[in-house]
């Protein structure tokens, strides 16, 4: 029996690069991003698994309300940095595909982060509609009415991030990524200390 939620209050899940975002050429000049912003399936470190179809209601409200996702810096509502020209869901998950914009000091900035391997998670910004349990302390989350994709620096999911190629970018990143699980790893830690007192 699905469970229905009316909380106003935004949550948020992280997505990281092993679902492989990647940066890509777009027009005008400026930096295109694509990639996995939700796997379905995957358990995430808040203990939520997104099932398939739960953004179906939320992508046909915004079409016929001629409206589209925002693109974020880190959840920041007052730094757009983009534009995602195409969400949709498919057998995976959600996939998205946008355009940082130039003109935007921020949006420069993150496709330099993007392009040197810096930053590379996603994280979306949405509403619980409906959920249930799903037997082991989390939730199968069936219904979601979602408002964002952010650019982020640490994502809760490891299978939503950027997969940044550029000219010997690839160990600079990869240290990076290295730098994040570690710091990720005692976050997980020091919750689980926090959970056990």
Known sequence: MGLRMDFGAPERKFLAPEAGLRVTGAAGGGAGVEG???????RDQGGDTVAPGA???????LSRAGRRVKMLWQHDPGQPIGIWDEVREDATGLWVRGRLLPE????REAAALLEAGAIDGLSIG???VKASADGQGGR??????LWEVSLVTFPMLAEARVAAKSEGGEAEGGAWRRFAD???????????RREAR
């Not at 996995?36 to 995957?42: P, R």
């Open 140 to 145: 199968v989350l069936t219904e979601l009415e």
């Open 126 to 128: 949405y509403r619980t």
């Open 104 to 107: 935007v000091a921020r949006g």
């Open 55 to 61: 953004y179906a209601a939320s992508l046909r409200a």
């Open 36 to 42: 996995y912003a939700s796997v379905f399936g995957k």
């Open 182 to 192: 570690l710091i990720e790893e005692a976050r997980r830690d020091l919750a689980a």
